[in-house]
């Protein structure tokens, strides 16, 4: 019963490949992300859905392209894979895309690109 | 200057003492804060809202000081389940999206 799912959970891939991650949510949720963490821990979001309608796409290299086919599933496929895009992945959902919402976050895909 | 910035720490602190974080932020429209935690290796889950009047929820206290442009976290009677990554979150009015602060590092020692 898990709120939000995430796979794989770790990825290890040669630079150049193309990799898809995957997430779903089971909370009836309309709202859902991905973040990107560092090394440094720092957490910053690259995109946003709502209803499957992209609402923030967070000046990502167009490498990521996240696909919402509905409210319950956001994927992110990544294209031409470079040591800088090593991170942790989380997905999360809200209710709603009001940012006052609370945010479930997925455990996170660990992505290293060798 | 950073939208949400935090000491980073970390902070060593004994069982059963009392920890305050502060976290300031630079955006005067920012309406909507939140305290996450993050334990090491997991994902960031919700602590606690704050409010302007400042809340409480049983040993932890947030305060938010719109003037100063600051929030803050109040851990009482410290435990050693306690130990994690802080994050100060922050939303701004008209915007869907949060901006997380790098967090504080937080370790209770027996």
Known sequence: DTAVSQTPKYLVTQMGNDKSIKCEQNLGHDTMYWYKQDSKKFLKIMFSYNNKELIINETVPNRF?????DKAHLNLHINSLELG?????????????????????????????? | RKEVEQDPGPFNVPEGATVAFNCTYSNSASQSFFWY???????????MSVYSSGNEDGRFTAQLNRASQYISLLIRDSKLSDSATYLC?????????????????LTIIP
């Open chain 1, 65 to 69: 392209s996240p696909k919402s086919p």
């Open chain 1, 85 to 114: 895009d090593s991170a942790v992945y989380f997905c999360a959902s809200s209710q709603a895309l009001t940012g006052q919402e609370t945010q479930y976050f997925g455990p996170g895909t660990r992505l290293l690109v060798l």
């Open chain 2, 37 to 47: 935690r993050q334990d090491c290796r997991k994902e960031p889950k919700l602590l």
């Open chain 2, 89 to 105: 979150v922050v939303n701004m009015r008209g915007n869907e999206k949060l901006t997380f602060g790098t967090g504080t590092r």
